[in-house]
C-alpha cells in the first residue's frame, strides 16, 4: 500500500457529497487534506469536523470554473500547505430536463464544471507533478460517461469528455517519460447525495452508498487503476456499447428503464 501520510490532497466540491467522503477517506490515512468548495460556511463546517476527528484539514473558497480564481487558491495552497500530491476533480453539476428546455448557461455551466474546470485546476497542479515526476489525479467522470441517458444530455457530453481528456492525458505523461504522474477515471452510477434526487433508478443501477464508493476510490488510488466503475453495469457499458448497434442499444436502454430514469428528476434544489 502507499503511504499517504502528510500527502497533500485536493478535493473540489469537498464540503457535501463524494467529495467530502472522499476527504474523510484520505484524511483518516494521514494525508493533509484540503477541501475546495464555493460556500464558505460549508467548508468551515466540513473543516471542523475532519479536524475534530484528528484529521489535518484545510478549506479555501473556490469557484473552479473561474481560472484565475483557480491560480490564485493553487498558489496560496502550495505556500500554505506545500505542492499537491493527489488532486481530486469531484465539482459537479446536473440540470436535468429536454436539452431544448433546459438555458444554455445551464448548459454552458454544465460543461464549465464538469469539463472545463477540470482543465483549469489540472493546469494549476500539475506543473509540481510533472517536475517532481510524482502525482496522481483522480478525476470523477460518471457512468453517464460511458452510456447515455434523454434528460441529461449536456451532462452526459460533459462526463464522456472527461473520459477522453484523461485518457488523453495518462498517455500524453508516458509519451513525456514521466510515468510517475498517475490518473484514475471514476464512473459511478446514481449516488444516493441528493444531485440526482427524483430519480428512478432501474433496478441493474442501485443507488451506491458515497462512503462505500469512497472507499472502492480510494483503493483504485492505491492500485493506480485507470479507472474504478460501479456498480456492474458501467463497467461492461464500453464493451456492451461496442458490441451492439446503435438502434439496438437505443431500444435497450428504453426497455431496461433508462429512458425514463429523469422523468421525476429534482436534484437538490427541488427544481424540475
Ligand atoms: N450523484 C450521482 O448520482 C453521481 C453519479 C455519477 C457521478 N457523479 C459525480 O460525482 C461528483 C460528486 O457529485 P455528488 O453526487 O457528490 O454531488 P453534490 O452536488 O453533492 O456535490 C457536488 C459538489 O460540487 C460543488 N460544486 C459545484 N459547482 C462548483 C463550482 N463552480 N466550484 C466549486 N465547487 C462546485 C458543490 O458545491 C458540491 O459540493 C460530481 O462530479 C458528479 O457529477 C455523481
Not at 484540503?34 to 475532519?50: G, K, P
Not at 464522456?160 to 495518462?170: L, P
Not at 444516493?192 to 432501474?202: A, C, K
Not at 441493474?204 to 469512497?214: K, R, V
Request: proline share 5%; glycine share 8%.
Amino acid at each position: 500500500m502507499k503511504d499517504i501520510t502528510d500527502k497533500v490532497v485536493l478535493v473540489t466540491g469537498g464540503s457535501k457529497g463524494l467529495g467530502r467522503q472522499l476527504a474523510s477517506r484520505f484524511a483518516r490515512e494521514g494525508a493533509k487534506v484540503v477541501l475546495w468548495a464555493r460556500t464558505q460556511a460549508d467548508l468551515d463546517q466540513a473543516v471542523d469536523e475532519l479536524r475534530s476527528d484528528g484529521w489535518q484539514a484545510w478549506a479555501y473558497s473556490v469557484d473552479v470554473t473561474d481560472v484565475d480564481r483557480v491560480l490564485e487558491a493553487a498558489a496560496k495552497v502550495k505556500e500554505d500547505i506545500g505542492p499537491v500530491d493527489v488532486l481530486v476533480n469531484n465539482a459537479g453539476f446536473v440540470c436535468g430536463g429536454p436539452f431544448l428546455d433546459v438555458s444554455a448557461e445551464e448548459h454552458q455551466k454544465t460543461m464549465d464544471v464538469n469539463f472545463n474546470a477540470y482543465m483549469w485546476t489540472m493546469k494549476a497542479f500539475m506543473p509540481d507533478m510533472v517536475e517532481r515526476d510524482s502525482g496522481h489525479i483522480i478525476n470523477i467522470s460518471s457512468a453517464a460517461g460511458l452510456s447515455y441517458a434523454p434528460l441529461m444530455a449536456s451532462y452526459c457530453g460533459s462526463k464522456a469528455a472527461v473520459i477522453n481528456f484523461t485518457d488523453s492525458m495518462r498517455l500524453e505523461m508516458k509519451y513525456l517519460g514521466k510515468k510517475g504522474v498517475k490518473f484514475t477515471i471514476v464512473c459511478p452510477a446514481f449516488i444516493s447525495t441528493g444531485m440526482f434526487e427524483g430519480v428512478e433508478v432501474p433496478w441493474w443501477l442501485p443507488w451506491l452508498d458515497p462512503e462505500d464508493l469512497a472507499d472502492k476510490i480510494y483503493q483504485g488510488y492505491q492500485k493506480d487503476s485507470p479507472m474504478v466503475a460501479e456498480p456492474l453495469f458501467p463497467k461492461l457499458a464500453p464493451a456492451f456499447r461496442a458490441a451492439n448497434p446503435r438502434r439496438l442499444l437505443d431500444h435497450m436502454l428504453t426497455f431496461w428503464g433508462l429512458s425514463d430514469a429523469m422523468k421525476e428528476w429534482r436534484g437538490h434544489e427541488g427544481k424540475k
